[in-house]
């Protein structure tokens, strides 16, 4: 039986086990799939040892600290700075991004002519997948953070001219994750309108504080279920290939 897993801190929330572990029964694969709860990564290549792992998947706050473990990384992975899958063959890591793939392909069909301009919440791992995905698109966007840096805006700095101006927010950040379901993105959400579009890479619970506040407002919404969903096939697709 070959095993898989997920690799991330305080990850019991997390979609993957269950997903995978529904996929393999339904489709008759001899594997297995577990969560790896870690609070530092330096115990990476203690569960790969043991669990004789064939690759695995990497989440939350270790996007970017795999890259130093791995002996190869996907030029697109690269570009990014951020893996969240890991395929080891002969005993080498390689590493690969599939979250701007499944952010692609989830939002493309909301996309309407007035998404042309995009607020990314967040500066982590995945908020730098979603920028690729943007640029991919043909999306400009700027990145919110808490703190001021050189490019982008902070939380105070928006307002009711940023939010008009850009009618496509994501939210990259885990406020709102299960249990800590009444945390949000501190934006100005009564500048929102119709023609906003909220995502949020948030799944548990399906409808976030912060996509709540958007509907509220008339905007858009989407989680991030399919997105994590299209990702993980996209997974299974690399650790499959010969």
């Not at 690799?7 to 489709?27: L, P, Q, R």
């Not at 609070?39 to 690759?55: A, N, Q, V, W």
């Not at 050189?150 to 990259?172: D, M, P, R, V």
């Amino acid at each position: 039986m070959d095993n898989y897993g997920l690799i991330g801190k305080n990850i019991n929330y997390s979609f993957s086990k269950d997903y995978f572990t529904k996929k393999f029964t339904k489709e008759e694969i001899a594997a297995a799939y577990q969560n790896f709860d870690l609070d530092e990564i330096g115990g990476l290549f203690e569960i790969i040892r043991t669990e004789k792992l064939k690759g695995f998947n990497v989440t939350i706050p270790f996007k970017e600290k795999v890259i130093a473990f791995l002996d190869e990384i996907d030029a697109e992975a690269e570009k990014i700075g951020a893996v969240n899958t890991v395929k080891i063959t002969n005993g080498k890591l390689i590493g690969y991004n599939t979250d701007s793939f499944g952010f692609v392909k989830s939002v493309f069909p909301l996309l309407e002519k007035q998404h042309r301009k995009a607020l990314v919440l967040g500066t982590g791992g995945a908020s730098k997948a979603i920028a690729h995905g943007l640029h991919g698109l043909g999306i400009q966007f700027e990145f919110v953070s808490r703190s001021p840096t050189e490019k982008g805006f902070t939380y105070e700095q928006l307002s009711q001219k940023i939010i008009a101006e850009h009618l496509l927010i994501i939210n990259c950040t885990p406020l709102g994750t299960f249990p800590k379901i009444e945390e949000n993105p501190k934006i100005p959400y009564q500048f929102l309108g119709k023609k906003h579009l909220l995502f949020d890479l948030v799944y548990n619970p399906p409808l976030s504080k912060f996509l709540a506040k958007g509907k509220q407002q008339g905007a858009t919404i989407c989680n991030g279920q399919k997105m994590l969903q299209f990702q993980a096939e996209k997974a299974w697709e690399i650790w499959r290939a010969k």
